[in-house]
């Protein structure tokens, strides 16, 4: 699928984010006609952990994860992210390779930005330097809630943890929460560090205590209170 974002379009999406949210009008048009986009099916890599860190992406439409490789292999899911989210500050900011792969976790849309256009802008415009920053912390904290859930929750607390925040970013139903990201157990395993089969367990007993219900990668979340006691949140 060819991306099709009109320059308005893209303007849109470019004001709809964190970072560039300050912009005026014409500052988003000229980003945006500055851009480029692209479109990534499931399971593409948007970049490799160790590329060079020369552009920032804005997710238009989809949803990608954030994945840090070990040299054994082994893999954790840091974050994913959505629909005018924005990916790739760091490497914007220090002009190190990237830290980690994108990967898309569904058909993925974005607007692709280099690092020049993004200094330029900070430059002119402090709001969006100011942005950029809250993005960072942002990164910062939750590495570190992130961190402190391997360290000091048992796996049905991670997994718990894990449900309730993808929740809170993706959810698309009021009544019950139902998350619907095309994420799989395997992804969410590598969200918690363990194993597909331990999370499979984790999630047949919540679904047995009427916490959740599995249809395939869809999740409903019948009980948010009482999983929000099982994460200690």
């Known amino acids: 699928m060819r991306p099709h974002l009109s320059l308005d379009q893209a303007a849109e999406v470019l004001g709809s984010t964190q970072v560039f949210g300050a912009l005026d009008r ?5 980003l945006a006609a500055g851009s480029r986009q692209r479109t990534y099916g499931r399971g593409q890599y ?15 439409t989809g949803l990608v ?15 994913t992210l ?18 980690a792969s ?12 280099t690092r020049a256009a993004v200094l330029e802008t900070m430059a002119a415009h402090p709001a969006v330097l100011d942005a950029v920053l809250r993005s960072l912390g942002q990164l910062v904290r939750r ?3 992130q961190t402190g859930g391997l360290v000091f929750l048992d796996l049905a607390g991670r997994v718990a943890k894990v449900l309730l925040q993808l929740a809170q970013r993706h959810a698309r139903d009021d009544q019950h929460t139902v998350l619907d990201v095309g994420l799989s157990q395997s992804d969410i395993a590598a969200m918690v560090g363990a194993t597909r089969p331990a999370v499979n367990r984790i999630l047949q007993l919540f679904a047995a205590r009427g ?8 999740i409903v979340l019948r009980d948010p209170s009482a999983l929000r006691r099982r994460a200690g949140m």
């Open 82 to 99: 959505g629909r005018h989210e924005t990916v790739g500050e760091l490497a914007i900011l220090d002009g190190s390779p990237r830290s």
């Open 46 to 60: 948007l970049w490799y952990q160790g590329d060079p860190g020369d552009h920032l992406v804005v997710v238009c």
């Open 65 to 79: 994860k954030v994945v840090l490789t070990s040299e054994q292999g082994d893999e954790i899911v840091l974050v």
């Open 143 to 145: 590495l570190t809630e």
């Open 211 to 218: 916490l959740i219900s599995v249809d395939g990668r869809v």
């Open 102 to 113: 994108v990967i898309a976790v569904e058909p993925t849309t974005v607007l692709m930005l």
């Open 26 to 30: 014409r500052s988003l048009l000229d």
